[in-house]
């Protein structure tokens, strides 16, 4: 079994760092693995951060840094794993937008986007329900959860959209390699007429992408699912990297962690 050796655990100015640390701490199962935390530029957090490191038995260390996108997608080079608290999206100009969006592209490891604080107490992993499109976004995604997902107690494998959409003809394949890793997965095709999960996360219209979000946190819901592993999408412009309205419409609503590649 594979193991996070290496966790990185971003803690933004609203972040609840006590509650991160501790699900950082529950995924650090390997002897050998550490946790750094990047806290924000002032040495009480960094402090606090420090105490709460040796109180939970974990290996690790803090440092201040600028807050933004650029310093955790350079750590991110060292990381298995970087978690950070859920993204507020308050309006289209809300720099969480921009932070979001250049983090996903940018970083080098998968994320692990928890819930607001009042939802951090949640553990992750234990029921994953992973959203398969058959793009290579949601493979990657699926391939950087398998240390989760070989520990798992139930992983489902859902394929949103029609039965002749990629994700529904390669969902087979998917469960496949996962049994190939020691995984065993239940699956199942989630029909939403002609357009396939990939597709609907390309898609212009926000109420549209706005089904599919509730769809996967209900069928998460329904399931008893503690982590959502899903593709993070998204529209390139001249000098910019906007999220699709998929991934965008999930941060903004999420109710359990969601573990994104892009």
């Not at 995924?27 to 693995?33: E, V, Y």
């Not at 699926?142 to 959409?165: C, F, I, K, N, T």
């Not at 599919?212 to 946190?217: D, N, R």
């Amino acid at each position: 079994m594979n193991d996070y050796r290496s966790i990185g655990v971003y803690a933004g100015a609203a972040t609840q760092i006590g509650k991160l640390l501790t699900l950082a701490g529950s995924l650090a199962t390997d002897p050998a693995a550490r946790v750094q935390v990047l806290c924000p530029p002032d040495a009480v957090t960094c402090q606090a951060a420090q105490r709460l490191l040796q109180a939970g038995g974990t290996q690790g260390s803090c440092e201040a840094v600028a807050e933004g996108a650029s310093v955790p997608a350079q750590r991110s080079r060292g990381c298995d794993l970087l978690l950070l608290s859920q993204p507020y999206f308050d309006s289209a100009q809300s720099p969480n937008v921009g932070f979001a969006s250049q983090l996903l592209v940018d970083a080098s490891c998968p994320l692990l986007f928890v819930p607001r604080p009042q939802e951090l107490g949640r553990q992750a992993g234990s029921a994953v329900l992973v959203a398969w499109d058959g793009g290579r976004e949601g493979a990657r995604a699926m391939r950087d959860a398998l240390p989760l997902l070989q520990r798992a107690r139930s992983v489902w494998v859902y394929a949103y959209g029609d039965a002749r959409g990629a994700g529904a003809q390669s969902l087979e394949a998917a469960c496949g390699y996962l049994r190939h890793h020691g995984v065993e997965p239940r699956h199942a095709l989630q029909r939403m007429g002609d357009a396939d999960y990939g597709q609907r996360a390309t898609m212009a219209s926000t109420l549209l992408d706005a089904g599919v979000a509730e769809l996967l946190l209900s069928d998460a819901a329904d399931l008893g699912a503690d982590l959502l592993v899903m593709g993070a999408y998204g529209h390139s412009r001249a000098q910019e990297w906007l999220l699709g309205g998929v991934t965008r419409s999930l941060l903004s609503s999420m109710t359990l962690p969601v573990l994104m590649s892009h």
